[in-house]
């Protein structure tokens, strides 16, 4: 079975010209024409990297050339692959399909992938509340935690620690409903997590976090965790699918790896121009650049920042 674990830091990309140009040929014009439209830099840069991702993934590790993808996306806004090629293995057999993931938010764009399972990724940066005290933050989102977890998260320390812990339980939690496939409507309050006793670190990744959906603890689900960097957080949900079933998925599963931090001259390499060079994209990129940049990193006092 294969496995991907890629990340990109968007914080610190700052595109020349001829990059910027670069990426906006080689993803389909109508991604290209969404990127356009927001207003900040920062968001761009991170829809950008995580088209690049994808299409890196589906290129180098689904076998399909990068003028032949096609990527569209479901009523949620999921990211998905259009009639993807079947492939098949020397001994004629169809070998077990991928799945994949996209999440960015902070300083980075990540994708996951498994074959033979489902997987969902999140990425969680740890900041302070930009528009309330920590306990009033927690306090409006007492409800997406269950009781046992509020015990974890606030007994962890300093505030700061607080927040670390209250961004782990809900990177794990996003993981999961993104890994189903599940919307908003999703109660989070079904599924807790027990926290593996390790403490995260960076270069390392943890497996013994445990989730109890609906009382009942869940051992056909797998969950990654690690560090990026001293702020940044990244949980991997990962499941078998009616397929693999999870007396094959287990077994199957390939060692825990770390996130391969890759440059835009790795997400490019494989590439090649899906339409005409276009200078008005630099133009419109210049002036995203040159706006006032609030910090998108701070919460409102509704709901903690959203990754995708």
Not at 13 to 21: A, K, N, V
Not at 127 to 147: C, D, L
């Amino acid at each position: 079975m294969g496995s991907v674990r890629w990340a990109f830091l968007c914080g610190s990309w700052r595109p020349s010209r001829s990059e910027w140009i670069l990426a906006n040929r080689c993803i389909q014009r109508e991604e290209r024409d969404r990127i356009r439209q927001f207003v900040f830099a920062k968001d761009a840069k991170s829809a950008m990297a995580g088209r690049l991702l994808l299409r890196r993934f589906v290129c180098e590790r689904m076998g399909i050339p990068w003028s032949e993808i096609r990527l569209e996306r479901s009523p949620r806004g999921k990211p998905y692959l259009a009639a993807p090629l079947k492939v098949r293995s020397d001994s004629g057999t169809e070998p077990p399909s991928w799945s994949f993931n996209l999440s960015h938010q902070g300083d980075y764009a990540v994708l996951a992938a498994e074959q033979g399972g489902q997987v969902g990724v999140d990425i969680m940066k740890n900041t302070m509340p930009g528009t309330s005290s920590v306990p009033e933050f927690f306090r409006i989102m007492t409800r997406q935690f269950t009781a046992y977890e509020w015990s974890v998260i606030q007994s962890a320390g300093s505030e700061h620690l607080q927040l670390a812990a209250f961004y782990r339980h809900w990177a794990l939690k996003e993981s999961f409903i993104k890994a189903i496939g599940t919307g908003l409507g999703f109660n989070l309050q079904r599924v807790e997590f027990h926290l593996a006793p390790e403490p995260l670190t960076q270069k390392h990744v943890l497996r013994q976090t445990k989730m109890h959906l609906d009382e009942e603890e869940e051992e056909d689900w797998i969950f990654e965790e690690s560090l990026l960097d001293a702020d940044h957080h990244v949980a991997v949900a990962l499941g078998p699918t009616e397929k693999t079933g999870s007396e094959l998925f287990r077994p199957s599963l390939p060692p825990a790896s770390s996130f391969a931090l890759l440059s835009f001259s790795d997400l490019t390499a494989s590439a090649s121009p899906l339409t005409e060079e276009d200078p008005a994209c630099w133009d419109s990129f210049e002036m995203k650049a040159e706006a006032p940049q609030r910090q998108r990193d701070t919460h409102t006092s509704e709901q903690p920042p959203v990754s995708r």
